[in-house]
């Protein structure tokens, strides 16, 4: 309540009988009470739910489901999904193919689209992956579905099916992951692997959907991975064998549409990770901006873990990693003022240049390090982005800001402070990929 919790969440005991005994007992002033209860009155107020407290119901469906919200799912659905591996640009395919295959229990699955704390029952139509796909490829392409494994458990018996698709096809598009609802309380298909009060112990592709990759893609036929799932997936097998990974995340009511956007090129992929990608679930916690004092010197660089005797210690995808359809150059990066004071703000400058031939939108990441730092701070850290669009051949000039508050430490006192020195600025398409390094000194 001093923190300024109003509410609690459901029939939790905090602030009920508990609370009570608080007051009571003068651990907890009435005022905080009042202040509460005054502040959630206040919100219904303003909603008028006193003098209309029941939902205009014909409202609700024009909002919830109003083109512009759908148009807003689709955005979503398209900016989210990130391309992880795409060798000898395999994607994005083209549309006239003479057949495709359409593999894995997460083609045509709208529930694992949307994901946890969703209702489990959906009035409105919802775009699967399978679905997306024949809506964009061509007329004579021929479109093949098999489901070929559940989620979990061990049942193996749809590989034929899956195979025999695979080898009659162009390229072969396995979409798998993970399973977030049991619905209508009763699905066939196995418990949840995903959402709150679903932990998992290891973070690989549960059940037989590995080997049913690896069925596929021993057919020789081009094989694309297409990942539904809402936490970060250690697929080591896949991104070493596989020509083309897509991360989509949970993609939404229209999330088989961007997928297919993705897939056959009508949207070049802008997404970037959040997190970092472990090889392996004994390997967390993995995270980019680790310290100087936890780093090791390995083959690859330096990393937050000296590696083990059968994995590198580094992430499988780092920090702010996405690859695009097309490429970027970085340039004639400037820090100005070169010096500062404390209280004083810089500006970081460089050059992007559209060097592909299609359009694309590249995020451009900032990362600061405090040399020789009076106390322990991480080897770097994000200190701000820009998604900058860019035509083929184009090039533009981006600005990044640092102020005090990015420049500050939380000092051996526990205040937060910009200690004078030389801070270390990096900029990249990653917390992995830095192509340009400077200098900006802070002077006391």
Not at 129 to 145: F, P
Not at 323 to 329: A, H, V
């Amino acid at each position: 309540m001093r923190a300024g919790i109003d509410l609690d969440i459901t029939y939790e005991p905090a602030y009920m009988g508990l609370l009570v005994e608080s007051v009571e007992e003068g651990r907890v002033p009435m005022a905080l009470v009042d202040r509460a209860l005054r502040r959630v009155l206040e919100l219904k107020f303003r909603l008028s739910l006193f003098e209309n407290p029941y939902v205009n119901v014909g409202r609700a469906v024009q909002v919830v489901h109003s083109q512009a919200n759908q148009d807003l799912a689709l955005r979503a659905g398209r900016e989210g999904i990130v391309l992880l591996k795409n060798d000898k640009n395999l994607l994005p395919l083209k549309k006239d193919m003479k057949s495709v295959a359409v593999i894995g229990p997460n083609a045509d699955d709208v529930m694992n689209q949307l994901g946890d704390y969703s209702p489990k029952k959906v009035l409105q139509h919802v775009t699967t992956v399978i679905e997306g796909i024949k809506a964009a490829v061509s007329a004579h392409t021929k479109v093949t579905q098999v489901r070929g494994c559940e989620i979990t458990g061990a049942d193996k018996s749809g590989f034929a099916d899956a195979v025999k698709a695979a080898q009659g096809a162009d390229v072969a598009i396995v979409v798998v992951g993970e399973r977030q609802h049991i619905t209508n309380g009763a699905d066939s298909h196995g418990q949840p692997t995903d959402g709150e009060g679903h932990d998992v112990a290891s973070l690989d592709l549960s059940g037989v959907q590995e080997d049913l990759i690896q069925a596929v893609y021993a057919t020789g036929t081009p094989t694309v991975v297409v990942l539904i799932n809402g936490r970060p997936l250690s697929t080591r097998w896949t991104s070493e064998h596989v020509p083309a990974l897509v991360e989509a995340w949970e993609t939404g009511e229209r999330g088989g549409e961007a997928v297919a956007d993705v897939l056959f090129g009508n949207y070049n992929p802008t997404g970037r990770l959040a997190i970092s990608v472990p090889r392996h679930s004994g390997q967390l916690p993995v995270y980019y901006n680790y310290k100087l004092s936890k780093a090791y010197w390995t083959d690859e660089g330096w990393s937050g873990h000296k590696g083990y005797v059968d994995m590198p210690g580094t992430p499988l995808y780092p920090f702010g990693y996405g690859l695009s359809y097309t490429n970027f150059e970085y340039s004639n990066l400037h820090v100005e003022p070169a010096e500062i004071r404390p209280g004083g703000e810089a500006r970081v400058t460089l050059d992007v240049k559209k060097a592909g031939d299609r359009a694309g939108v590249e995020t451009v990441q900032l990362y600061i390090h405090e040399k020789y730092a009076p106390v322990s701070t991480p080897v770097k850290q994000l200190r701000g982005f820009n998604r900058v669009a860019l035509e083929p051949g184009e090039t533009k000039t981006v600005t990044l800001k640092l102020t005090p508050e990015d420049l500050q430490l939380l000092d051996i006192d526990m205040h937060w402070r910009v200690v004078p020195g030389d801070f270390q600025i990096m900029v990249g398409k990653s917390s992995a990929d830095i192509p340009l390094q400077g200098i900006l000194k802070v002077a006391p």
